[in-house]
């Protein structure tokens, strides 16, 4: 990174998708989400999204991590319509998660964008 604003907006972005997949792998736990499928689908998506995170804050490279947590949040979203018994708190953690997961993304990838547009200008 280039610059030192740019490079803390990673950062933060990062940390607060780091803490969003945390959430997303304790919330079976502590909501009772009811269905079995959907209570092993937060904790995985939960656990790819707070490691692709991690890889993105300790590299501070590469764009292909926020796309696969773009992704793995979209699937957060659309995973309690998938399996039936979800528990409408668990389709709220999820949802909430998966719209935070991808926000965070989309942040940390808009601003490696920006700089790397400064870096080839």
């Known amino acids: 990174m280039a610059t030192l604003e740019h490079e803390s907006q990673v950062r933060t972005s990062d940390g607060l998708a ?3 997949g945390l959430w997303l792998m304790i919330a079976p736990a502590l909501m009772g989400f009811g269905s079995t499928g959907m209570k092993w689908s937060s904790v995985i998506t939960g656990l790819v999204i707070a ?3 991690a890889t993105q804050e300790a590299t501070l490279r590469g764009t292909w991590e926020n796309w696969v947590t773009m992704a793995a949040g979209v699937w957060a979203i659309i995973a309690p ?12 953690a ?12 989309a942040w940390s990838a808009s601003i490696m ?9």
């Open 18 to 20: 780091i803490l969003t």
């Open 51 to 53: 490691v692709l995170a």
């Open 113 to 121: 964008a920006i700089e790397g547009e400064m870096r080839h200008a």
């Open 81 to 92: 319509f998938v399996f039936s018994g979800t528990t409408s708190a668990a389709a709220w």
């Open 94 to 105: 999820s949802v909430i998660g998966g719209v935070l997961a991808v926000g965070f993304a």
